[in-house]
């Protein structure tokens, strides 16, 4: 008897998005909540992506956390007489974040049912270039076939796999899984996450040490930024290995000596200041050394969709489009801006012009000028060029730096060793010196940067600054009165 086929049956949709984070949802919801386009959305792990869960979101509940911690300790120079009853609950708090993420998943499962966006939890994989197939948690299958495809994928931490004991550290997914606070952490990069994972560790009081390859980190970011946000870090009491490299690591129940904790990790590092080193009696070991596409089972190939030699990345233009019409990708999957605001900001504009009315046939995202904030100890601002960039624009001689490094007024009555540094720089361009470049380190940097912004990407100019009164006594005047 021959075998019974059981027919696939295949659901039909104008718009699949593949990937629930920030952008992913953003662009969902435009084309079903807006425009009433058929629209689907997958996502294999939560709702909200690295963003919501294992990012920006319990990140800045935890610098927060990190700051109250630095406002106590401010207090004794203002006359408070504060007794510590208890060391920081780390257990609580993190527990308290888990809880705060997981009411966010359900507000993104909850928003997208508003807008009649079908969400189905499962792994895609294109099997062509319309139809997609959806691994789903039971181990059945479903079938997609879609007129249009977003891939929304994000990305995931590297791991340094070339070098011996790697898989005893962890990545920034596994900070927020820690359940214990650990007493001393050694944290390898020189990005934004390594630096604002030192940073909240110290101000928490975990002995922090940090390995980078070169004399600063934050190496993208204009020199004043590197060069004061390292000198800082140093004067906190941050231990800081430059010019380093980790060479091996070691569980210390696999040592020797007496005197090991079988409970720690020993790092083995070079360095271009010592021959060698060694580190030990370390409770955790994040590696924080890079990001890479979320794309390894997603079917590219079997799509045509072209990918650059670099981590992975999909090959997609400013209009979000890949090498396949109706395929495409925006995000970290893509790697021009790994913003959150950025992917839904991008995804909001491709939904308007790919559903939206002919008014929108136009629409793309604006990649110049976005702003960019570390939310370090001292917090980091940014948006637009920065001095090197500038001056190889423009030319030296149109180039214009206006800067300026004080102690904000909320330091006056602290001790010298316990005063945070500030620095602010404007650069313009041209006769009429519009403002092309602005970066600022200091306290509450990431509220100031926001409004002045806006008048960045207005294209303002110095003059227009320096015609704004300023208000005192506030850090931010600073800017409006350069000289």
């Not at 939890?121 to 076939?145: F, K, M, P, T, W």
Request: aromatic fraction near 8%; proline fraction near 4%; charge should be negative.
């Amino acid at each position: 008897m021959a075998p019974v086929t059981v027919p696939v049956t295949k659901k039909e949709c104008d718009y699949l998005v593949i990937g629930g984070g920030s952008g992913g949802i953003a662009s969902a919801r435009r084309a079903g909540g807006v425009y009433g386009a058929k629209t689907i959305l997958v996502e294999s792990k939560r709702l909200g992506g690295t963003c919501v869960n294992v990012g920006c979101v319990p990140k800045k509940v935890t610098w927060n956390a990190a700051a109250i911690a630095e406002t106590l300790k401010d207090a004794k120079a203002y006359g408070f007489n504060l007794q510590e009853t208890a060391p920081f609950d780390w257990t609580t708090f993190k527990h308290k974040r888990d809880a705060y993420v997981k009411r966010l998943n359900g507000i993104y499962e909850r928003n997208l049912h508003n807008d009649g966006v079908e969400y189905i939890h499962g792994r895609a994989h294109l099997l062509n270039q319309h139809e997609v197939q959806i691994d789903l948690d039971d181990g059945s299958r479903d079938y997609i076939h879609a007129k249009k495809i977003l891939i929304a994928t994000g990305g995931h931490p590297n791991l340094p796999k070339h070098i011996p004991g790697f898989e005893h550290g962890i990545t920034s997914d596994g900070f927020f899984e820690l359940e214990t606070q650990p007493k001393k952490v050694a944290i390898v990069g020189a990005g934004y996450i390594a630096v604002e994972f030192a940073g909240m560790f110290h101000a928490l009081g975990t002995e922090t040490h940090l390995f980078i390859r070169h004399d600063t980190f934050l190496r993208n970011f204009d020199p004043m930024i590197q060069d004061t946000i390292t000198q800082e870090y140093e004067h906190l009491g941050i231990k800081l290995y430059k010019q380093s490299n980790v060479s091996k690591v070691e569980k210390s129940e696999s040592l020797s000596s007496s005197h090991s904790n079988p409970n720690t990790l020993k790092l083995h590092y070079t360095s271009s200041n010592r021959d060698s080193g060694v580190l030990d009696n370390i409770d955790t070991l994040i590696w924080a050394i890079g990001r890479s596409a979320e794309v390894e089972d997603l079917g590219l190939d079997k799509a045509g969709v072209a990918q650059k030699a670099e981590k992975g990345l999909i090959q997609a233009n400013e209009w979000q489009e890949t090498s396949v019409p109706h395929i495409y990708a925006l995000g970290d999957v893509c790697g021009l801006i790994e913003l959150t605001p950025v992917a839904i900001a991008a995804g909001r504009k491709l939904s308007d012009r790919l559903f939206g009315p002919a008014k929108h046939g136009q629409s793309k995202l604006d990649y110049t000028n976005i702003p960019s904030v570390v939310f370090s100890h001292p917090e980091v601002g940014s948006i637009g060029l920065t001095e090197p960039q500038a001056r190889e624009k423009f030319g030296d001689e149109n180039i214009k730096v206006y800067k300026t490094a004080f102690t904000g007024m909320y330091y006056a009555l602290s001790p010298p060793e316990e005063k945070k540094a500030s620095a602010y720089k404007l650069i313009v361009a041209g006769e009429d010196e519009t403002v092309v470049g602005m970066h600022i380190l200091g306290q509450g940097c990431s509220e100031i940067l926001q409004g002045f912004g806006v008048a960045i990407k207005m294209g303002a100019k110095k003059r227009d600054f320096d015609s704004c009164v300023a208000i005192h006594p506030t850090s931010a005047e600073e800017l409006v009165t350069l000289k």
